[in-house]
């Protein structure tokens, strides 16, 4: 059975700077994608990041990057240069990429606020 | 960019009462899924369904639910008698495969409220 567990039940950051937001994952499938969603205060589900765990390069798409750190089995979601619309829950999920795993498995979430 | 559809936005039904929760996926996806997420709590995956059948369902997907494609466009999720813990946002999602690195596309959500 595959768990997320995101530790952080909240966070701040300040307009500009970096924020890491934490998601440790535990899983027997040799082969998993891991995901990150945004969910703003409108309720959206947005699709932010991919990694594959046999990806050999972290994921990176704009200000988001993706600390992949496989023998600890963490996934942690970097946003650099925070922006006020950054501020939304955010969701790590997992699924496995074989067999016939299709659900998103999503950990509990963190919710940012970035502040002036 | 195409997007997944949801209507209604928010829908409030006596306890009891059937309903339906409808989605139009992207146009060219194959796979199609339902979530679930009550209020303040994470969300939770109810069914997948490809080439007209459900592929996948949890625990929470009992006979009190079904889904349905009626047409080649539209996905629906139907709740046969309501209960209070069904009260929740509803998401439709979709993608173009289940492997690889293909995301879930998700919908707004339909904000289902049980009286």
């Known amino acids: 059975a595959q768990k997320i567990t995101q530790t952080q039940p909240g966070m701040f950051v300040q307009e500009k700077e970096a924020v890491t937001l934490d998601c440790t994952y535990d899983?027997?499938?040799?082969?998993?994608?891991l995901f990150w969603y945004k969910q703003p205060s409108s309720g959206e589900m947005i699709f932010l990041i991919y990694?594959?765990?046999?990806?050999?390069q972290n994921a990176t798409e704009g200000r988001y990057s993706l600390n992949f750190q496989k023998a600890r089995k963490s996934a942690n979601l970097v946003i650099s240069a925070s922006q006020l619309g950054d501020s939304a829950m955010y969701f790590c999920a997992m699924r496995d990429l074989e067999g016939s795993g299709y659900a998103l498995n999503f950990g509990k979430g963190t919710s940012l606020l970035v502040t002036p | 960019e195409p997007e997944v559809t949801q209507t209604p936005s928010h829908q409030v039904t006596q306890m009891g009462q059937e309903v339906i929760l409808r989605c139009v996926p992207i146009s060219n996806h194959l796979y199609f899924y339902w979530y679930r997420q009550i209020l303040g709590q994470k969300v939770e995956f109810l069914v997948s369904f490809y080439n007209n059948e459900i592929s996948e369902k949890s625990e929470i997907f009992d006979d009190q639910f079904s889904v349905e494609r009626p047409d080649g466009s539209n996905f629906t999720l139907k709740i046969r008698s309501t209960k209070l813990e069904d009260s929740a946002m509803y998401f439709c999602?979709?993608?173009?495969?289940?492997?690889?690195?293909?995301?879930?596309?998700f919908g707004d959500g339909t904000r289902l409220s049980i009286l």
């Open positions: 990694q594959g765990s046999y990806d050999q």
């Open positions: 999602a979709s993608s173009t495969q289940t492997g690889g690195n293909q995301p879930q596309h």
């Open positions: 899983t027997s499938d040799p082969s998993y994608g």
